[in-house]
């Protein structure tokens, strides 16, 4: 139940593409789905999130969706650029979890954007 | 604005030899982190601590110790290292625990030969 699942593992999408991850999880305490960008060599640092009072947040070019009932959320990277390559994680936590409150993070997924 | 500071960012040990990661933060942080990051392995939680003065074991806590020192230092420590430990080590902070914005150091990569 405290597992977060993401999808693909890799991905190349070509510049200006539209690049999908996908993350699933069990736990309907959790509250609290931030997306991580790490560039090699780095750590991971905080690129967006969103609680599920919505469906969605848009910042720039990136967008969580998020759908409740199927226990799903996506990162969507519009007009995707070479300076998007890197390694997404996708992470949940519930709040008052207590000793079960820790962010809960997906195994990653390495994005190359071909020029 | 420092952030997560790490110390050593490379290091290589024998197996059998003890070390210490150290770990501080400069934004008055009440939670800090250690995770371990291997290949297709994702971010694995070592050990946490949600306030200073407590420390929680994580996903994978064997072979390893930590010490909350005070508020802005937290590290971690092999007592015996072993080839199986060689993996690129993130400490992190948050403002709360689990929430919010993690800010990650930028890691110690660590080789067991």
């Known amino acids: 139940q405290q597992q977060v699942k993401q999808s693909p593992q890799s991905l190349i999408v070509q510049k200006g593409g539209i690049s999908i991850i996908n993350c699933a999880y069990e736990?309907?305490?959790?509250?609290?789905f931030p997306w991580y960008q790490q560039f090699p060599g780095k750590g991971p640092a905080l690129l967006i999130a969103?609680?599920?009072?919505?469906s969605e947040k848009k910042e720039g070019r990136f967008t969580i969706s998020f759908n409740k009932s199927a226990k799903q959320f996506s990162l969507h990277i519009m007009d995707s650029q070479p300076g998007d390559s890197a390694t997404y994680f996708c992470a949940a936590s519930r709040r008052y979890g207590g000793s079960q409150g820790n962010l809960i993070f997906g195994k990653g997924t390495k994005l190359s954007v071909k020029p | 604005n420092a952030g997560v500071t790490q110390t050593p960012k490379f290091q290589v040990l024998k197996t059998g030899q003890s070390m210490t990661l150290q770990c501080a933060q400069d934004?008055?942080?009440?939670?800090m982190y250690w995770y371990r990051q291997d290949p297709g392995m994702g971010l694995r939680l070592i050990y946490y601590s949600a306030s200073e003065g407590t420390t929680d074991k994580g996903e994978v806590p064997n072979g390893y110790n930590v010490s909350r020192l005070n508020k802005r230092e937290f590290s971690l420590r092999l007592e015996s290292a072993a080839p199986s430990q060689t993996s690129v080590y993130f400490c992190?902070?948050?403002?709360?625990f689990g929430h919010g914005g993690y800010t990650f150091g930028s890691g110690t990569r660590l080789t067991v030969v």
């Open positions: 736990n309907t305490a959790f509250d609290y």
């Open positions: 969103i609680r599920p009072d919505v």
């Open positions: 934004m008055n942080h009440n939670s």
């Open positions: 992190a902070s948050s403002e709360a």
